[in-house]
């Protein structure tokens, strides 16, 4: 999940930003907010259980 | 208007064209990056490369899911789509290589992600060298 991150934040600050200042602002926004919306998610679905495999087709 | 403003305003609504679009847009869509290359951004070019490629390596590390069309699943062709994104690591991968990741593989979800998402990149990145190559954007 962090490297996933970590990647798709890099992208879109060189996609998006021009100046490195705004990438710099924009990778950690993006950044912080999928690692921690992530943990956030995880963390009310742990009440749920996980239910068994899925079949392999 | 004066006769002054008006060339200037003419500029501002029709942008100077910086390459072919379409030689831009399938030397991005080919090989992640190169479009930015061949307009000039080499170290845009470069980063974007590395990025769609550590994003393809780690899917095909995880032993993820290449997508291909199959019938009777219609999210099957966006799948593939995506994955044909990559360009020619796609066509290698799929028809020299004959891969298909590896079903029982625990990374086969996770690996198949990073495939879907190194794709999608390279399908923004052909949106953006075509702007670029049009002179609608920096």
Redesign the interface.
């Known amino acids: 999940m962090v490297l996933f991150s970590f990647l798709v934040s890099t992208f879109f600050a060189a996609l998006w930003r021009r100046t490195f200042r705004d990438q710099v602002v924009l990778f950690f926004q993006l950044f912080l907010g999928m690692v921690l919306g992530g943990l956030v998610i995880a963390w009310l679905m742990y009440p749920f259980p996980a239910g068994p495999p899925a079949p392999i087709p | 208007m004066t006769d002054e403003s008006e060339p200037q305003a003419a500029q501002e609504r029709e942008p100077e064209p910086r390459g072919n679009p379409m030689l831009a847009a399938v030397a991005a869509w080919l090989v992640p990056g190169a479009g930015h290359m061949i307009l000039g951004r080499w170290r ?1 070019g470069l ?2 490369l590395v ?1 769609v490629g ?2 393809l390596a ?1 899917g095909l590390a995880l032993d993820g899911k290449l997508w291909h069309i199959t019938r009777g699943q219609p999210l099957s062709y966006l799948g593939t789509f995506a994955c044909a994104g990559l360009g020619i690591p796609y066509f290698v991968l799929r028809f020299a290589m004959h891969y298909q990741g590896d ?2 593989s625990q990374g086969y979800e996770y690996g198949a ?2 495939i879907l ?1 190194g794709g999608l ?1 390279n399908l ?2 052909i949106l ?1 060298a075509w702007d670029i190559a049009r002179g609608l954007k ?1």
Request: hydrophobic share 70%.
């Open positions: 845009r980063l974007f990025l550590v994003s780690v079903l029982v992600a990073f998402t990149m923004l990145l953006d920096e």
